[in-house]
């Protein structure tokens, strides 16, 4: 398996978990609704450090440009679940 395609698995893969908790306060429990938010600006959070440290540690060469646009998913996951807790 591509490395590009394990990354994407990956991604998708550690949301499942505070989807979960959203999907599970849509029928009405509003607190798991805010858990599974909170659960994807944390992950969003972190996996932002993450590409973010990719990118300085990487020269321009040598950084691949799906890591980048990951990098784009990630802020703006972290931003939108930040928006709905407030």
Not at 33 to 46: P, Q, W
Not at 54 to 76: C, D, G, N
Request: charge should be positive; avoid cysteine.
């Amino acid at each position: 398996m591509k490395p590009i395609v394990k990354e994407l698995l990956l991604n998708i893969g550690i949301y499942i978990f505070p989807l979960i908790f959203i999907l599970s306060g849509l029928s009405g429990n509003f607190v798991m609704m805010e858990v599974g938010f909170f659960l994807s600006a944390f992950i969003g959070f972190l996996m932002t450090i993450i590409y973010v440290l990719y990118i300085f540690t990487h020269k321009k060469e040598e950084r691949a440009l799906y890591r980048q646009i990951l990098l784009l998913i990630h802020v703006l996951i972290f931003i939108g679940s930040i928006l709905v807790l407030i």
